[in-house]
């Protein structure tokens, strides 16, 4: 959400590499789609955008959050439980549940404001089924 009126054009390209990020999800995550397929899936608008990210991936949702399987970092950063060391080839089933992490800024813009955005899903054959419908607009109030 952004107070103040209309939000700066750099806030709104953020945004909507956040939404393009939460599509690419649903397309993705279908069930024998590698880990590895899904991240890079996840990040592609971000880094064709020339943007970055604090976590862009997903968790596992269960009892808890996150859980097993979480990818939210790139390799080599964070711990390795987060950033899909070993188990890039472990495969979606249907039914597995994700909230996704998307937090994206732009370096060219400002590196200290981005935007938070995701949805928790549900894999099912055709593509990811969203749990929470977010609004794909970006609120702009005042």
Known sequence: MYLGGKAPGPLRDIHKVCVE????????????????KVWEAIRRPCDKAGM???????????????EFPTVVYRPGYGPPSMNGTRIGKLELQEGMV??????????RWKPDVGCMFGDMVVVRRKGA??????????PEVG
């Open 52 to 66: 970055d990210f604090v976590e862009l991936g997903f968790h596992g949702h269960g009892m808890a959050s996150p």
């Open 98 to 107: 994700f909230g996704n992490n998307i937090d994206i800024f732009d370096p």
């Open 129 to 138: 089924e969203q749990l929470v419908h977010v609004p794909l607009e970006l």
């Open 21 to 36: 990020a939460l599509q690419a999800t649903l397309e993705v995550m279908k069930p024998g789609t590698p880990l590895e």
